[in-house]
Nanobody, 111 residues
Framework: QVQLVESGGGLVEAGGSLRLACTGS????????VGWYRQAPGKQRELVAQ???????NYADSVKGRFTISRDNAKNTVYLQMNGLKPEDTAVYYC?????WGQGTQVTVSS
């Protein structure tokens, strides 16, 4: 069975940084597209960043220049480095590959 586990969320002040990690079992990340999504209360889940098998990355306009997605094939892990965090970034962040989802990790940014 495929399992995705997110970690690294927490409470941080505005302007701070966090690094989220998504580690998978039962699937090889290096051959698949992996995305980070987030969902805030009362809002739809939205794509934040994506990395595909070629290494190409794309980002939501709201996070471009602040967030970076990367892959560590040896650890079968995808990271999301988040710098310059804003209160508007507060949400549950989810890892996605194909139709598989992790359980999410909470990110809260105080003003």
């Amino acid at each position: 069975q495929v399992q995705l586990v997110e970690s690294g969320g927490g409470l941080v002040e505005a302007g701070g940084s966090l690094r989220l990690a998504c580690t998978g079992s039962g699937i090889i990340f290096s051959t698949k597209a992996v995305g980070w999504y987030r969902q805030a209360p009362g809002k739809q889940r939205e794509l934040v960043a994506q990395i595909i098998s070629s290494g190409y990355t794309n980002y939501a306009d709201s996070v471009k220049g602040r967030f970076t997605i990367s892959r560590d094939n040896a650890k079968n892990t995808v990271y999301l480095q988040m710098n310059g965090l804003k209160p508007e970034d507060t949400a549950v962040y989810y890892c996605n590959i194909w139709y598989h989802w992790g359980q999410g990790t909470q990110v809260t940014v105080s003003s």
